[in-house]
């Protein structure tokens, strides 16, 4: 078919500009031109210039904060750079895990764009040689009492729920937060996380001169065309129509492209040579790295690219965002081997290039040679732009918070009980399958989710983490808190945190109080990580998380996994039977700032001074992890939003089980978020041994009864409450909310 | 060892989980059979597996009928020996015509996966003789389509000849009359939307369901 509309030559590329609409500044245009490739680029290879040099494809922006990671660690085995990093957890076997946003889209379209956020990460997984064993969703959206928003929670956990649960990896976790700061601008990470032989491992590389590029499952077509640069750009009720820019899933499709590739990994690892990912800036983005990484140059010709529909330029082939669509590299002569597997699985597969020695990028279009550019100035030569930073004036002279009074305890507790950011999320999680692959030891609602290996004593323990009210007042303490909140889950299930990836959600580079609070989060996030001895091996940078000028509190979500030595050491939140005894692990003090209190007494946005410490967290936590391996705790359960009268609350839920202690902690420090605790049960004929080992770091508050009652004596007063009223307050709140 | 075949359509996703539950837990043999097959003649049972296949976009199971594997499966079922369909497998089934009645979207219009507690409705099938009659069970459920439906004359069919293997304590989706697994009328067929093959472990939360799978050993048994 004909084109019959004429592209603008490279002079009018020059005086038209329409580079600046796709998000290639002047600089950045004169720049290619004059140094990188010697001459006006054409129409075509502007359009790859914008999308990878786009923050979302190149991290221009962020990479001179992100270099501030800790990424080493005697587990890693592939930190950032690739699809996802790897670890290594012991019986030649490693675990693969990385999150991602896809925040814009989910805005705009929430089914659509939450689902193919599930798509575009389960990619990026088992193209490491991984099989996807569970994923997690952090998600956060504006206060339920605006009907948009209800609208975006339900199609966000449709979506989720239909790509999910079609594909078969069970949808094990992960966090669900509300705060007006995320009206018009929700967020969704997607973390899924992987296992793997060692022996698997493939990375994304076009290696070996003559070697063939292979185009795998579906057919390119018109959808998400700009992606990348739209999910690089503020936002704006105007664009809330964009919806082109929206991919549309098939988890269908990605099933049979998952045990495609992963058959092919398994038994014809021999002649794949690189294996990647088509996901932001599609088809440009995956070559263009492949060729990078390797050190080498590529050439395909666009005429054999499966194509949706005819009459597509070289642009749109380039810069769809088509879903479920991989690049392989495989050894020349061996392609039918591979393309026989791919038909098997009714799936297209085509040769439509090949790897050249000259580190060149070509195309070739209806017979025309339509990009020759080196590949280094599409990938490697991209500019980086360290952004001026501004500590923001709210975070001059701070003050301690103030101590809120609470007269009645049972009331704030209940109060608090139904925020929707501490409310039972069963609502939403039922909607997952969380079951499939019959592996899930620990389902979604403790405080991380255990999924075991099979045929070993394994378990991975996983979650995600972030309380951005509190990144918001010091983000490099909330950076650590983050970080330690997510260790507190992992420790308290069983495990030791091995790792973590992280999904920066953050407002406008060009902002410099923006750019301060990254650079100030990630190296909180970095000091507490080399505490933990968790590196940081995969992450997503979203920026520009701004709607009309007004941007999100700074979420740098962290999802964590730890390694579970034995299975017999899995411990859920719960308390298990009456008599237990229950012990708070760590200090107690007046902790209010951006605490749940201060939101529920109407202090809307977060203010005051956070107070943290890693030593005691890392010590609390060693004698968590100690205590479990004694096999001493009947529970283990991490204290976070609404302090010690939540968890508590929380622990009594699943077996119906009453409480009665006495503390000497105020009515008010029942709900007071001081970081680094737990609480724990014992059995009794245990307790002489737990005293020892914890000494001062944990203190007995009581005992569980099979009473439907909850009496908490504090200091200055009572709390006394009926379980099974908090219950029923827990489980019922989300729901009543979302109708 | 007894021989189990587990039939894989494209989108199957609970077939692997059927077959560690034969292999690790039941220690009998299994094997993995594409929808391609066409002689399954070898195998003592058929499990259909749940998940969805050719993605369900029309109707769960509505495309799986047309797969070349359904012929060997009908003639297998109409030998009398045992078939199992659950989930999608149920679903398939009674596209397939091998099961009466249908299966609805749930009542909510939304995907439910839980632990659901049931009855044993019939433990005098090849599928249920290990339970007590009457016994209460915990089995998991996941499925957006598992409203059972059918007329009242063939649900008064289905009671006469005590087809209803499981029924739902708390109906979770609409079912008619509770029916979480029904029989074909010669009792070699079950189709059931709860999951055995995630529970046949304690770290999975419960064994409920290994029994289903013993309850087959035991009826081959029987025969051999």
């Known amino acids: 078919m004909q084109e019959l509309k004429t592209e603008p030559t490279p002079a009018e590329i020059r005086d038209q500009k329409p580079y600046e609409a796709w998000g290639l500044s002047q600089r950045e245009y ?3 031109s004059q140094k990188l490739i010697g001459r006006l680029p054409n129409y075509t290879e502007t359009g790859l210039f914008a999308v990878m040099w786009s923050e979302h494809c190149s991290y221009k922006d962020s990479k001179p904060i992100l270099r501030k990671f800790w990424n080493d660690g005697s587990r890693v085995i592939q930190g950032p750079g690739e699809g996802a990093g790897v670890l290594d957890i012991g019986d030649d076997q490693a675990v693969v895990f990385k999150a991602e946003s896809h925040n814009h889209p989910s805005f705009v379209e929430p089914f659509e764009g939450a689902a193919t956020g599930v798509g575009g990460i389960i990619r990026d997984i088992f193209s490491m040689g991984a099989k996807p064993i569970a994923s997690l969703d952090s998600l956060r959206f504006g206060e339920l009492d605006k009907p948009k928003n209800r609208y975006l929670l339900t199609e966000c956990v449709a979506g989720i729920a239909a790509y999910g649960n079609c594909i078969g990896i069970p949808t094990v976790g992960g966090e669900i937060g509300f705060d007006a700061v995320y009206d018009g601008n929700p967020l969704v990470n997607v973390m899924c996380v992987g296992l793997m032989d060692q022996a698997d491992l493939k990375r994304g590389r076009a290696t070996g001169t003559g070697n063939s590029i292979i185009y795998v499952g579906a057919k390119t077509g018109r959808d998400g065309i700009h992606g990348a640069t739209f999910a690089s750009n503020e936002f704006s009720d105007e664009k809330a129509t964009d919806r082109s820019a929206v991919q549309v899933g098939d988890p269908f499709m990605e099933k049979l492209l998952t045990d495609a590739c992963l058959e092919i990994i398994h038994d014809h690892s021999e002649i794949l040579m690189g294996i990647q990912d088509m996901g932001a800036a599609g088809l440009v983005s995956s070559s263009a790295e492949m060729a990078s990484k390797a050190k080498s140059g590529v050439t395909m010709n666009l005429d054999l690219v499966p194509q949706r529909e005819p009459g597509m330029s070289a642009y749109e082939i380039m810069l769809s965002e088509s879903q479920e669509r991989m690049l392989l590299c495989v050894k020349k002569g061996e392609e039918q081997t591979v393309l026989d597997i791919f038909a098997r699985y009714d799936l297209d597969a085509v040769v439509v290039g090949h790897v050249t020695a000259d580190r060149q990028y070509r195309l070739y279009q209806h017979g025309k040679l339509v990009t020759d550019v080196p590949v280094t100035s599409l990938v490697d030569d991209v500019v980086e732009r360290e952004q001026p930073k501004k500590k923001p004036a709210r975070l001059e002279n701070v003050q301690p918070a103030q101590t809120p009074v609470v007269q009645q305890p049972a009331e704030t507790l209940k109060n608090l009980l139904a925020q929707p950011t501490i409310a039972s999320k069963q609502a939403v999680f039922k909607q997952y399958d969380s079951q499939v692959q019959a592996n899930t030891a620990v389902t979604p609602g403790s405080d ?37 909140e997510a260790a507190r889950n992992i420790v308290a299930s069983g495990g030791i945190p091995i790792g973590i990836t992280d999904c920066l959600n953050f407002g406008s580079p060009s902002d410099p109080e923006s750019y301060w609070e990254l650079d100030q989060s990630v190296q909180g996030i970095a000091q507490a ?21 007004r941007s999100i509190y700074p979420t740098p979500m962290i999802g964590m996994v730890g390694l579970i030595e034995d299975v017999a050491q899995i411990t859920t939140q719960s308390f298990k039977t009456a008599g237990e005894a229950v012990y708070l692990v760590g200090d107690t003090g007046n902790d209010f700032a951006g605490s749940e209190l201060q939101k529920l007494r109407g202090q809307m946005t977060p203010i005051g001074q956070l107070n943290f410490n890693l030593d005691a967290e890392a010590a609390n936590q060693r004698l968590v992890q100690q205590a479990i391996r004694q096999d001493l705790l009947q529970s283990a359960h991490d204290l976070s939003e609404g302090g010690l009268g939540v968890a508590l609350a929380e622990a009594l839920f699943e077996y119906q089980l009453g409480f009665t202690g006495q503390t000497e902690l105020t009515n008010s420090q029942l709900f007071s978020e001081t970081q680094s605790r737990f609480i724990v049960s014992v059995q009794p004929k245990d307790q002489t041994e737990f005293e020892a080992l914890a000494g001062k770091q944990a203190v007995l508050l009581g005992r569980t009864t099979d009473q439907d009652a909850v009496q908490l004596v504090t200091a200055d007063g009572q709390l006394t409450a009926r379980s099974s009223e908090l219950k029923a307050t827990f489980g019922g709140a989300l729901g009543c909310l979302m109708k | 060892m007894m021989k189990f075949a587990v039939v894989s359509f494209p989108g199957s996703n609970c077939d692997e989980d059927l077959y560690y539950a034969i292999t690790d837990d039941l220690h009998e043999d299994a094997t993995i059979v594409p929808h391609t ?10 499990l259909i597996p749940g998940g969805f296949s050719y993605g369900d976009y029309l109707r769960g199971g509505a495309i799986a009928k047309f797969a070349p594997v359904m012929s060997a499966v009908k003639a297998f079922a109409q030998a009398g020996k045992p078939v199992l369909g659950i989930c999608n497998g149920f679903q398939i089934l009674t596209e397939a015509g091998l099961l009466p009645g249908t299966l609805q979207h749930n009542r909510q219009m939304q995907f439910i996966c839980e632990p659901e507690p049931l009855l044993v409705a019939n433990n005098q ?10 016994q209460q069970i915990t089995l998991p459920i996941a499925h957006g389509e598992g409203n059972y439906y059918c007329d009242a004359a063939t649900l008064a069919k289905l009671r006469d000849r005590h087809q209803i293997a499981f029924t739902y304590q708390h109906n979770p989706n609409g079912s008619v009359s509770d029916i979480a697994g029904i029989t074909n009328e010669a009792g070699n067929v079950l189709g059931m939307m709860p999951h055995p093959e995630r529970a046949v472990e304690a770290i999975q939360g419960g064994t409920d369901g290994l029994l289903v799978f013993k309850s087959l050993l035991q009826a081959h048994l029987r025969t051999v």
């Open chain 2, 37 to 46: 097959a066409t002689d399954l003649t070898e195998f003592d049972v058929i």
């Open chain 1, 448 to 484: 991380a989710a255990v999924v075991r290996v099979r045929h070993t004593k394994k378990a991975l323990a996983m979650t995600t983490d972030c309380n951005a009210r509190y990144i918001y007042l010091d983000p490099y303490v909330g950076g650590q808190i983050a970080v330690s």
């Open chain 1, 529 to 549: 990580c080399e505490r933990f001895d968790t590196p940081v091996i995969s992450g997503n940078v979203s920026m520009y998380n701004e709607t009309d000028g």
């Open chain 1, 30 to 32: 004169e720049y290619i």
């Open chain 2, 125 to 134: 099938t090849m599928f249920t003789a290990a339970f007590q009659d009457q």
